[in-house]
């Protein structure tokens, strides 16, 4: 197997990673308030960002405009992870996840507005497999009913994670992945900083938890920050090897739901409380199918 699809494998494993810890922290001590479990991520990038500069001091070696629109898309961002957050804590990642296969629709549909492209036939048809594979995938075929609530969340989180990779398409231009993760990074802060100065129950909720935790929190905070770092890093590490940029994102994005589904349903042995236990019935085989036609989806669209 050659090395960039080695290298494709690590990135949609460490997101994975990261979206099992937003469901156990959302769910174990912010279950009432997802603006305090944004506060506290936004708080631990800020602590990260000293670091970063360290590594590398040329991440000020930008234009204002440039710093200033990713700072934006950072704070797009976190709004976006405030209807995500949600569907977290009333159902499965292995629901909610698969779901963001369609910020690549909410993209196309931007792009066409905004910047005049054209949509080929072969887009559309793409667009309406991923589509009808969304809707497969929050459909109880025993009750014949939609999960309504997950799927106006996950599209709402996914068409404001869609304006952010747009923004992003403007502001990063040729920049390093590093320097454009710390100002991204620096939106997050700015959001968590707002949360905690102007929030009055926010900032009080996010103290007495590290404080109830005695500071576990901030730890799983931190391993999870450590997952988004590196999962940023391998996936600017496998682009420059991978042979299509277009290939390696729709491998990515395709894993990603995959692992995001195993990877809960294993806690659920563990955590029976915070996940739903895996096994081989029809809701597993109907997520990995109707994942796998979202997958398929997003291959007809490169």
């Not at 502001?171 to 993760?181: F, H, M, Q, S």
Request: overall charge neutral; some cysteine; hydrophobic content about 60%.
């Amino acid at each position: 197997m050659e090395l960039w699809l080695l290298a494709a494998f690590l990135p949609p494993l460490l997101f994975s990673v990261n979206n099992i810890i937003d469901q156990f922290v959302s769910r174990d001590y912010f279950a009432d308030s997802v603006r305090a479990f944004l506060c506290l991520g936004g708080m631990v990038n800020l602590a990260v960002l000293p670091f970063i500069y360290l590594f590398n001091p040329n991440v000020f070696h930008i234009e204002y405009g440039q710093a200033l629109l990713l700072i934006i898309g950072g704070l797009i961002y976190m709004c976006a992870c405030f209807p995500y957050i949600k569907a977290l804590q009333s159902d499965d990642a292995s629901h909610a996840i698969p779901l963001f296969q369609i910020v690549p629709l909410f993209v196309l549909a931007l792009g066409w507005i905004t910047l005049g492209e054209t949509l080929t036939t072969k887009q559309l048809i793409a667009g309406a497999i991923i589509f009808l594979g969304s809707v497969g995938i929050v459909w109880d075929f025993s009750t014949h009913i939609v999960k309504g609530r997950l799927y106006v969340l996950m599209a709402l989180s996914s068409f404001l994670f869609a304006v952010y990779v747009t923004l992003m398409r403007f502001g990063a231009v040729e920049l390093d992945w590093i320097t454009t993760l710390f100002w991204i990074m620096a939106g997050w802060s700015l959001f968590g900083l707002i949360l905690f100065c102007f929030w009055t129950n926010t900032r009080q909720m996010v103290l007495k938890t590290i404080k109830e935790s005695k500071g576990k929190v901030i730890g799983i905070s931190c391993i999870q920050e450590g997952a988004d770092i590196l999962g940023a890093a391998s996936l600017a590490f496998a682009m420059v090897l991978a042979p299509s940029a277009a290939l390696l994102i729709v491998i990515v994005n395709g894993l990603q739901p995959l692992f995001a589904i195993l990877l809960s349903g294993v806690c659920g042995l563990f955590f029976p409380r915070l996940f739903t236990p895996i096994k081989l019935n029809r809701d597993l085989i109907q997520k990995l199918i109707c994942s796998f036609v979202m997958f398929y989806g997003m291959y007809l669209l490169i």
